[in-house]
C-alpha cells in the first residue's frame, strides 16, 4: 500500500505554533546546515508541476458564452456568467466547504474514461424553478433538505443543457462523449474520487439583477486530464476543422452535371478482306448471336448489358455491373 501525504489539522497547526512560540519546539533542531531550506507557506499548492492548462481556460470562456442560452429561456433575461481560472485541491478539500445540501450531479467522459461532477447550489435552483414557471427573479432563503420533483426536472434540464455545452466547447481541442451517471443531495454520497485525490475545479459565476449571483462547479478529476495534459498546456485553440456542408452540396451538384460519353458494343463481326473488298451500298452484314453487350462510360467497361427495344427504338438493358 503506498504512503500517502496527510495534511496538518488546523488543531495540529495551532500546537505546532504554540510550541514554537513557547520554546518547546526548537526550529533549528535537526537541521543540517549544508541543506537548502525553502520557505512553505501552509495551505498553498505547488502548481509548477501541474503547468498552465492554458486550453482549459479557453474551453470554459468558451462554454461560459454557449451556456447563456441554457439559463435565457428560464429567467427570460440574458444572465452574465463569467468563469474563474481553474483551482487545484484535493477532492477533501473542495468538499468541505460544500454545504450538507447541494445538487451533485456525476457523468462519465468516455474518451478520457473518467468522470466529473456537477455542483449547484439549491438557491440558484429555486431562482431557476421559480422563474421557469412564470415568476419572478428573487431570492430565496435555502432552509430545505431535499428538492422537490419539480426542482429535480429543473436540476434535469440543466445538467442536459450543460452536458451539450461541454461537449461543444470541447470540440475544438478533442471530442467528447458525456453521458450521466447518478445524482446526489449530499456531498458525502457523492463518490467522484478518493479524499485524498486531486481534482480541477471550474467554478462559473452567474450574475443577475437586483439579487444575489449564484455560481456553480464543474469537477474534474486531475487523473482524468492527466493523459491529455500536454494538449490542455497548448495554446493552440483547435485542430479540428467543421465540415462546410453548403461547399460538400455545391461540389456534389457540380460534379453531377459533369457529361460523360457512353457507348455500347451491339456486336463484333470479323469478315476476310476479299468479302470487305466486294461490299457496296446497300449490302446486309448478319451479325452473330451474343451473350451480352459491352456497356463502357468514358472508354472504362462498367456494366454487361441485354439488347432490347423501347419506344420503338432500339436499347440496351444494364444487368450486371463489372
Not at 88 to 117: H, P, Q, W
Request: with cysteine.
Amino acid at each position: 500500500m503506498s504512503n500517502t501525504s496527510r495534511k496538518l489539522s488546523s488543531d495540529e497547526v495551532s500546537a505546532l505554533m504554540e510550541g514554537l512560540q513557547s520554546g518547546e519546539i526548537d526550529s533549528n533542531s535537526g537541521i543540517n546546515n549544508d541543506v537548502e531550506v525553502s520557505d512553505f507557506t501552509f495551505g498553498s499548492d505547488n502548481l509548477e508541476l501541474l503547468g498552465d492548462y492554458y486550453a482549459l481556460r479557453l474551453i470554459n470562456e468558451r462554454f461560459a458564452r454557449l451556456v447563456r442560452s441554457i439559463f435565457l429561456p428560464m429567467i427570460r433575461i440574458q444572465p452574465k456568467i463569467n468563469p474563474f481560472p481553474p483551482e487545484v485541491k484535493t477532492y477533501d478539500e473542495y468538499s468541505a466547504g460544500l454545504n450538507s445540501f447541494m445538487s451533485l450531479t456525476t457523468s462519465r467522459i468516455d474518451e478520457l474514461r473518467g468522470s466529473m461532477l456537477l455542483v449547484l447550489e439549491p438557491s440558484f435552483v429555486s431562482v431557476l424553478t421559480n422563474c421557469y414557471y412564470g415568476g419572478k427573479l428573487a431570492n430565496f432563503p435555502s432552509t430545505k433538505s431535499e428538492f422537490t420533483a419539480t426542482e429535480d426536472r429543473i436540476i434535469e434540464i440543466v445538467s442536459d443543457g450543460i452536458t451539450q455545452c461541454l461537449q461543444n466547447a470541447w470540440k475544438d481541442l478533442m471530442p467528447i462523449t458525456i453521458k450521466h451517471q447518478s445524482r446526489e443531495i449530499n456531498p458525502q454520497f457523492a463518490t467522484l474520487v478518493e479524499a485524498s485525490d486531486s481534482v480541477i475545479i471550474c467554478s462559473f459565476v452567474v450574475q443577475l439583477p437586483n439579487i444575489d449571483s449564484a455560481s456553480f462547479d464543474i469537477i474534474y478529476p486531475l487523473q482524468t486530464l492527466k493523459p491529455i495534459a500536454s494538449l490542455l498546456r497548448s495554446r493552440i485553440q483547435s485542430d479540428v476543422i467543421d465540415d462546410d456542408t453548403s461547399w460538400n452540396e455545391r461540389l456534389e451538384k457540380s460534379i453531377m452535371h459533369v457529361p460523360l460519353p457512353i457507348s455500347a458494343i451491339l456486336s463484333e463481326p470479323s469478315v476476310s478482306l476479299s468479302e470487305l473488298i466486294k461490299f457496296k451500298e446497300g449490302d446486309i452484314v448478319n451479325l452473330p448471336p451474343v451473350d451480352g453487350v459491352d456497356f463502357f462510360v468514358k472508354d472504362k467497361l462498367l456494366f454487361k448489358a441485354e439488347i432490347g427495344e423501347t419506344n420503338s427504338q432500339v436499347a440496351v438493358s444494364l444487368k450486371d455491373r463489372l
